[in-house]
C-alpha cells in the first residue's frame, strides 16, 4: 500500500491544473519621468556668452491613456516640476564700448527659475505586455507657471529676485525618442524669458527618463 501511495503522488500533482500567468493586456506605459538637460538660449543679447554647465532638471507624473486597440498611441497629460539654470557672463568693453578709459571686466550672472509644468504627451511605442524594452517617439506642449527666480552676480557676490521681470507663463514644446532606458531629449522655448529687453529663450538639449 505504501508504494502505491508514493505513486499516486506525483500523479496527484502533475493533474493539477496548472495556472498560466495572468497578462495585464490593459497596461500603460511611462507615467514617471526625469530629465537631465543643458540650457542653450536662443537669441542671445550682444555681449552675452555662457560659461561652465547650465543645467535644466526636470520631473514629474503623467496620466499615461492609449488610444488605439494595440495601445501603441496614447496621449498624457501630467504636471512636473522644473529647474532651471543658466551660467552667463558678459564683457563690460562689449557693453559700453571699448574707450582709452574702459576696463574690461567679465560679469558672471547666474539666471535660476523653478516653476510648475503642465506638460501634454502625443505617445507612439512599439511596447507589448510583457515587455519593458521598446522604441518610443513621444512628443509634447508643456506649459511653465515660474514661482521663484533669482538673479545671481558671482562677480560681486550679490543675490535678487527677478520674478517681476521675468514672463511667469512660460511655453515650449519638445519631442523624445529612444530605446529602453535611453532618450534624447529636446524642449523649444516659444516665448521670452523676459516680459522686456532681451528676447533670450530656452533650448534645452539633455536626456529624459521612463518608468513604469
Known amino acids: 500500500m505504501r508504494i502505491l501511495f508514493f505513486l499516486w503522488i506525483p500523479f496527484f500533482c502533475f493533474s493539477q491544473e496548472i495556472k498560466p500567468i495572468e497578462i495585464d493586456s490593459l497596461y500603460r506605459e511611462d507615467q514617471f519621468y526625469a530629465s537631465l538637460s543643458y540650457n542653450l538660449i536662443q537669441n542671445r543679447p550682444e555681449g552675452f556668452k555662457q560659461f561652465s554647465f547650465s543645467p535644466g532638471v526636470n520631473f514629474g507624473i503623467l496620466r499615461d491613456i492609449p488610444i488605439s486597440k494595440n495601445r501603441h498611441w496614447a496621449i498624457a497629460p501630467g504636471i512636473g516640476y522644473s529647474y532651471n539654470n543658466i551660467k552667463q557672463f558678459i564683457n ?27 506638460p501634454l504627451e502625443i505617445r507612439w511605442r512599439n511596447a507589448t505586455p510583457n515587455s519593458h524594452s521598446f522604441w518610443r517617439i513621444y512628443t509634447g506642449f508643456k506649459t511653465s507657471y515660474v514661482f521663484n527666480s533669482k538673479l545671481e552676480s558671482t562677480t560681486e557676490n550679490t543675490k535678487e529676485s527677478i520674478l517681476d521681470e521675468i514672463n511667469r507663463l512660460q511655453y515650449g514644446a519638445y ?27 530656452n533650448f534645452n538639449v539633455g536626456f529624459i527618463f521612463y518608468i513604469l
Not at 100 to 115: D, Q
Not at 177 to 198: A, L, Q
Open 175 to 201: 519631442i523624445s525618442v529612444g530605446f529602453n532606458t535611453w532618450n534624447p531629449y529636446i524642449y523649444y522655448g516659444i516665448n521670452p524669458i523676459f516680459k522686456e529687453g532681451s528676447k533670450m529663450s
Open 92 to 118: 563690460s568693453e562689449e557693453i559700453v564700448g571699448a574707450t582709452e578709459n574702459t576696463t574690461s571686466e567679465n560679469i558672471r550672472t547666474i539666471i535660476s527659475s523653478h516653476s510648475i509644468d503642465f
